[in-house]
């Protein structure tokens, strides 16, 4: 595709309900990031795969959150039994070659809102 | 951790006049600075970056100044229009990965027609 795409775009959920958002990476990029962005703050990284392999999970704030891209394409980041303070913009970037210092291409985010 | 510390928190500048958006990181093994531009309801978007072999970078209408010393960076947007009216973010490098970038909490410019 021309970009990153993320769906759904706008997710609202109760709390203690599983979610999964899904990010479709630039064709062709082996690099792909997981970030977190709360209102008025910058992104947070979440995690980091090359191809199927995911090198950095050192970002997920705590073991109900979940990603993976199984077939080094599509992602899925999954957070299960959600609490209000996961409601944030998820983005997700790609990157062409993994290398150190890539541009980092983002979505338009996920917006999830946690009631 | 890598901490960046990004202000004005917010900038509001008449049409033509000088945009400086400023950061300070903390210690790096890594020398690359992105700035990304976020307009509302998208993601950041590069804007332009830094390797600091280099005191400053230019592209169009927007220069990178780089002060490694004081391990601080500007973004300075020339003739500033009211296009240019987003959220800025600086970033740096994480102390263990490059591949991890810390951005600042962002700056929202207005540039007012």
């Known amino acids: 595709g021309a970009g990153v795409s993320q769906s759904p775009r706008y997710k609202v959920a109760k709390r203690g309900q599983d979610v999964a958002l899904r990010c479709d990476p630039i064709?062709?990029?082996?690099?792909l990031f997981w970030y977190q962005q709360a209102l008025g703050q910058g992104p947070e990284f979440l995690t980091y795969f090359q191809n199927e392999a995911q090198l950095d999970k050192s970002g997920l704030p705590s073991d109900r959150f979940f990603a993976e891209r199984p077939e080094g394409s599509v992602s899925t980041l999954k957070i299960q039994r959600t609490q209000q303070e996961d409601s944030a913009v998820y983005l997700c970037a790609s990157s062409l070659n993994g290398a150190r210092n890539e541009k980092l291409f983002f979505g338009s985010g996920t917006q999830l809102s946690v009631l | 951790q890598q901490q960046v510390k990004q202000s004005p928190q917010s900038l509001i500048v008449q049409k033509g006049g000088i945009s400086i958006i400023n950061c300070a990181y903390e210690n790096t093994a890594f020398d690359y600075f992105p700035w990304y531009q976020q307009f509302p309801g998208k993601g950041p978007a590069l804007l332009i970056a830094i390797r600091p072999d280099v005191s400053e970078k230019k592209e169009g209408r927007f220069t990178i100044s780089f002060n490694k010393s004081a391990k601080q960076f500007s973004l300075h947007i020339m003739d500033s229009q009211p296009g240019d009216s987003a959220t800025y973010f600086c970033?740096?490098?994480?102390?263990?990965?490059?591949?991890?970038?810390?951005f600042g909490s962002g700056t929202q410019l207005t540039v007012l027609p």
């Open positions: 970033a740096a490098p994480s102390s263990g990965s490059a591949r991890q970038l810390t």
């Open positions: 064709s062709g990029h082996v690099s």
